[in-house]
């Protein structure tokens, strides 16, 4: 400070007395801790740093980067397929991002990934259509469950299909729906697609269904629109996975796990190079024969048994999809 | 209710042990965040000092654009910079989408007015007869400048760690632009995102109070060095 004000402090020097009396009282007291502080903040900040290169350095692999829906990044079979898959091939990291079916596809069209994983054959046809992708390799399956509160006040225990039931819900919930309600995910994810089209089997979605008193849009991810039907007492459709991560946390049960309407089949579709330059097709394909092989085809009908008391998803083993 | 003392103790369990996904995430939060709130001090600070110290036409209009932005959403940051690095986007060719790198750039965005609104805030805070003082000892605009920010060092760190607070605790970015890729991009908040929504509460807890636990270590250690 006093360095810095020297340069021509004589032409006030009654200030610069008072004012260098305070500084000097100041710099004293900071002087040689200053420094002191300087040098552990420095090393503090270098040790980071030193960690951070550690971990964000990449060796030299080969990027594949794989974009896939929340419902299946959540159930964390693809951490396991990846593991297994990078002992194969210790050259290639996998990278796995997710979101909603359509943000997932988007990062595919605007070439942020090699691989997409999803579980729409509409919009997954459509995409391979625009020449986005190249096929689809449908690899496995489950169900969706539709799931209620214990007493069942729509009485859909019993009911055939998923087309039933949700008439059933219909009825009862026109009539009483102080009692009888159905949560929706509400945010077009495919689980959300898939409700809306059982819907759309029935009656018109958008004038009798969506905007009833009984009908509740959640607008976020399964895990939390488990919980708010949960809370509710409500009717709601969910993936299997996600309902048996769930199953100890809420009271609801599964009245319907089967049937064609509710199949939820999961597909891999590679960017098409031609399309997407940037799109590294190769390992997308190594990956895609590894999710078809036996072995990763045993990964998949054998993953969950252990934590959830049977497997999530049913592989394909080389048949067409059902 | 069980699930916050079942979070605890796995918190704690967590720690002890030293797991290594935790410390792993943990340290790259740290990192990412570190280097965020530098990157933006770094830019923020000098330009604050300048906005504050001239006087220009339209100063109030950049004060307020400013302070408007405290309350950007971080999704918005996220959209944005995502547009901006993706592959087929006017930067595109970095490849910075999905990398820790382009975590930062966007964390240091999102931070940027914050920091620097608090500190022509903290620089209001020094006595005009300071610079008239510095001034008429014959102290260059430079030296003038250098002056006026050591003056209001306290007020500045204040707002480098409200930065770095918001930058540790935001999970937006995280996810648009980090893509929460484990042992690459993940940190505690995307973590705790995706341990949610699988239904694993008691962990998602632990890593809040892991971040929680972090914020304190730091806030602590800056307070022993102000009061130094």
């Given at each position: ?77 693809l951490e396991e397929l990846e593991a297994q898959f990078e002992k ?36 997954e046809e459509e995409f391979i259509k625009e020449g986005y992708g ?145 799109a590294n097709y190769d390992a997308a394909m190594k990956f895609i ?34 | ?228």
């Amino acid at each position: 400070m006093i360095v810095l004000l020297n340069g021509g402090f004589y032409t006030n020097r009654y200030v610069y007395i008072c004012i260098s009396r305070e500084l000097e009282i100041k710099h004293k007291k900071g002087g040689t801790t200053m420094k002191k502080t300087f040098a552990i903040a420095l090393i503090i900040i270098t040790l980071i740093a030193t960690l951070g290169i550690y971990h964000l350095s990449n060796p030299g692999r080969e990027i594949l980067r794989i974009s896939t829906t929340t419902s299946l990044e959540d159930t964390g079979l693809l951490e396991e397929l990846e593991a297994q898959f990078e002992k194969k091939y210790p050259n290639i990291d996998v990278q796995i991002v997710s979101g909603g079916t359509g943000i997932a596809l988007e990062r595919g069209k605007k070439g942020d990934a090699d691989l997409i994983i999803v579980h729409d054959k509409k919009r997954e046809e459509e995409f391979i259509k625009e020449g986005y992708g190249t096929k689809r390799y449908p690899f496995a399956y489950n169900y969706f469950y539709i799931l209620g509160p214990a007493d069942d006040p729509a009485g859909i225990n019993g009911t055939q299909s998923a087309t039933e039931a949700f008439n059933k819900i219909l009825t009862v919930a026109e009539k009483d729906p102080q009692h009888v309600k159905f949560v929706s995910r509400g945010d077009n994810s495919g689980t959300n697609l898939k409700e809306i089209k059982i819907w759309e089997n029935i009656t018109d979605y958008n004038s009798t269904v969506r905007g009833s008193q009984w009908y509740i849009e959640s607008g976020s991810g399964m895990g939390d629109t488990l919980r708010l039907a949960d809370q509710k007492g409500a009717y709601t459709l969910s993936d299997s996975g996600t309902y048996l991560a769930y199953k100890n946390k809420i009271t609801l049960v599964p009245y319907i796990t089967n049937g064609s309407e509710l199949l939820n089949i999961y597909t891999a579709i590679p960017i098409n190079p031609k399309k997407i330059k940037s799109a590294n097709y190769d390992a997308a394909m190594k990956f895609i024969e590894f999710l078809l092989s036996k072995e990763g085809q045993n990964i998949i009908g054998k993953y969950g048994e252990n934590k959830y008391g049977k497997p999530l998803f049913t592989p394909l083993y080389g048949k067409t999809e059902p | 209710m069980d699930e916050i003392l079942q979070g605890i103790l796995k918190a704690l369990e967590l720690i002890i042990t030293l797991d290594p996904e935790v410390v792993d995430t943990t340290s790259r939060t740290l990192m990412i965040s570190i280097s965020s709130t530098l990157l933006a001090s770094l830019i923020a600070v000098p330009i604050g000092a300048i906005i504050h110290f001239k006087h220009f036409k339209g100063k109030r209009a950049i004060i307020n654009i400013i302070q408007t932005l405290y309350s950007i959403p971080t999704v918005l940051i996220g959209l944005l910079v995502f547009l901006l690095i993706s592959r087929s986007g006017p930067l595109g060719s970095l490849n910075l989408l999905f990398t820790p790198w382009g975590m930062i750039l966007a964390q240091a965005i999102l931070i940027l007015p914050l920091i620097m609104g608090f500190s022509i805030t903290a620089l209001k805070g020094v006595g005009e007869e300071i610079i008239d003082l510095a001034r008429s000892l014959g102290a260059t605009e430079y030296q003038t400048l250098f002056t006026l920010v050591s003056e209001a060092r306290y007020g500045i760190m204040a707002a480098i760690i409200l930065g770095f607070g918001r930058a540790i605790s935001e999970v937006g970015i995280a996810i648009m632009i980090g893509g929460n890729i484990r042992g690459y991009t993940r940190v505690i908040t995307s973590a705790m995102a995706l341990e949610t929504s699988k239904g694993n509460l008691e962990l998602s807890i632990a890593l809040g109070i892991i971040l929680l636990a972090i914020s304190l270590i730091i806030n602590t250690l800056l307070n022993y060095f102000q009061e130094k």
